[in-house]
């Protein structure tokens, strides 16, 4: 049985689900406070002023659209994929030498159980595959992901649905026989946008209040709640 708070709207009939696909940081790997160092060393480095009200926009968006962002507000100079390649630099200096470089509570058992039912996958529009899959690799689960997908490599990210479509394709199934795993408003837009099931994991409860809104098929304060 699977427990969590529901929404209120019936779900549709689906076909059965085939694969599970889990957005990463946030979600996966307990990585927010690593991205947050790194937001405020990134935006030291290119002197960006920091303001509350713009970057809360960030929340759930790729770090394509993140430099875009500053771009067009800011003015911010140089080439899209170096400042990208930049600022992904200093995540990881932070990342591999932080004690936050851990899977979040409950995944790898969760991934465990999956694992032995259904095809499961990676998407992420922080990293690029390569770099996902090392990460996964690091931590010690990267042989139970089928396919790891970047929305470096998809026209547009979250929550645009072309990323988790992308892994439908590569993995030759249907989009409604997927199942997605979210911690963000954007990432369940950009999943329900893609015709997929969706559940909200998030541990805080304001956050599961927005996330609600978005009307996924469940919501859980952690992936140990979980259960199919």
């Known amino acids: 049985m699977i427990t969590g708070e529901e929404h209120e709207n019936k779900e549709q ?17 307990d990585s927010e406070v690593v991205w947050n160092r ?18 809360a926009q960030f929340v759930g968006k790729g770090l394509k659209e ?3 962002l500053w771009q067009e507000r800011y003015g911010l100079k140089g080439d899209q994929d170096k400042l990208l390649e930049e600022y992904r630099d200093v995540f990881y200096d932070i990342l591999f030498n932080s004690e936050n470089f851990r899977l ?27 770099r996902c899959s090392q990460i996964l690799k690091n931590l010690g689960v990267g042989s139970y992901f089928e396919v790891t997908a970047s929305s470096d490599d998809v026209k547009e990210g979250k929550p645009a649905p072309d990323i988790y479509l ?9 989009p409604s026989e997927c199942l997605v795993l979210e911690d963000s408003v954007n ?42």
């Open 66 to 68: 993140i430099i875009q």
């Open 104 to 130: 979040m509570e409950g995944a790898e058992e969760l991934i465990k159980q999956l694992h032995k039912k259904y095809k499961l996958a990676v998407c992420t529009g922080g990293h690029d595959w390569k």
């Open 166 to 174: 992308d892994v439908a394709r590569k993995l030759g199934v249907d």
């Open 13 to 29: 009939e689906r076909p059965p689900i085939k694969v599970v696909i889990f957005d990463l940081d946030g979600l996966l790997i």
């Open 187 to 228: 990432g369940v837009i950009s999943a329900k946008r893609a015709g997929m099931s969706v559940y909200a994991v998030n541990p805080e409860s304001p956050l599961r209040h927005d996330l609600k809104k978005q009307h996924p098929e469940k919501v859980f304060a952690s992936l140990r709640e979980i259960s199919l």
């Open 38 to 55: 790194a937001y405020y060393k990134f935006i030291e480095m290119k002197n960006l002023p920091h303001e509350p009200e713009v970057s």
